[in-house]
Nanobody, 120 residues
Framework: QVQLVESGGGLVQPGGSLRLSCAAS????????MYWVRQASGKGLEWISG????????IYADSVKGRFTISRDNAKNMMYLQMNSLKPDDTAVYYC?????????????WGQGTQVTVSS
């Protein structure tokens, strides 16, 4: 059974930091690109960061570049998002996504999300 479980969300003041974690199980984690995707209330999904299956490259949306750092530990089937200099606009539900290109299209797995609220 495939599972992606996010944790680490919460309430933080502007300028603060949080570290999100994503625990994966039920699939070969080390062969999937992993992503963090967020959704603010009343808005659509926003992809914010991705990391290569082997961890050799990372990509970021402009909105988080220089503030957020994605990482993974394939030995532990874990992915992380270090979020610094948080802004109220970062308030959203954060999801982890596992994606693999296969014949016929992409295979996607999703977690249930963790709420991040940035407010004074």
């Amino acid at each position: 059974q495939v599972q992606l479980v996010e944790s680490g969300g919460g309430l933080v003041q502007p300028g603060g930091s949080l570290r999100l974690s994503c625990a994966a199980s039920g699939f070969t984690f080390s062969t999937y690109w992993m992503y963090w995707v967020r959704q603010a209330s009343g808005k659509g999904l926003e992809w914010i960061s991705g990391i290569h299956a082997g961890g050799v490259s990372t990509i970021y949306a402009d909105s988080v570049k220089g503030r957020f750092t994605i990482s993974r530990d394939n030995a532990k089937n874990m992915m992380y998002l270090q979020m610094n200099s948080l802004k109220p606009d970062d308030t959203a539900v954060y999801y982890c996504n596992a994606r693999k290109l296969r014949v016929g299209g992409y295979l996607d797995y999703w977690g249930q999300g963790t709420q991040v609220t940035v407010s004074s």
